[in-house]
């Protein structure tokens, strides 16, 4: 059995994923990054050192988290902490958004998150665990062209509290945050023209787009299990752009 606590990454090659693989290794972790893809995913084992470990599993597929999460507990024999930085993003109005698009959407937003605690939770039942998961301010903030996008992570906030209250009595925690706008390789579409990149960051506030750090630091104050006593939560990292009105110009 591995003597240093174990946390999984799903979607650990991405910006977040990484940024957050870098926190929990330099926190202490024994960390297994997850994805479709070996590249990116060794990138970051070989930037961080000993302690990461990469495993290859689609998280849209519901057998192949399964063995995945199987993999990691019979290897290590603990599962402490688990989180999903899978993601995508689709912005289009309902009416030009075809059914294909729409369930790749929530497979990859919604599927995934809720086939790892689906697993996580099997594997935290004795000992418990934490649980953190990627929602977004469009899921409780309405922004047009994201309905695709809006709803399968309105639907990762309906599952964070209801698996939260699930198995609150088994000692594991699930959250998420809710991120604004974050300059990742995901939304370089939108971040590398300038034009786009202003009015995104005059829509946040704080008049900055977010960095994957800013999320991956919130990702791991939940995972901590200092924060015991913090579950069934969605933690907006938004720049305040789901609460606050943007600054005015001129």
Known sequence: MTEQ????????GGGIGSALTRRLAGSGYHVVVAGRRREPLEAVAAEVGAGVEVRLADATDPEAVDALVEGVTEAHGRLDAAASAVGSLLLKPAHRTSVEEYRDVVATNLDSAFFL????????????????????????????????????????????????????????????????????????????????????????????????????SALAWLLDPANGWVTGQVLGVDGGMGTVQPRRTG
């Open 117 to 216: 605690v689906r697993a996580a939770t099997k594997a935290m039942q004795r000992s418990g665990g934490s649980i953190a998961l990627v929602s977004s301010v469009a899921g409780r903030f309405g922004m047009n062209h994201h309905e695709a996008i809006a709803a399968a992570k309105a639907g990762v906030e309906g599952l964070v509290v209801a698996a939260a209250a699930s198995y609150a009595a088994r000692g594991i925690r699930v959250n998420a945050v809710a991120p604004g706008l974050v300059a990742t390789p995901m939304t370089e579409r939108l971040t590398s023209n300038e034009t786009s990149r202003k009015v995104s960051e005059h829509m946040h506030p704080l008049g900055r787009l977010g960095e994957p750090d800013d999320i991956a």
């Open 5 to 12: 606590a174990v946390a999984l990454v799903l979607g650990g």
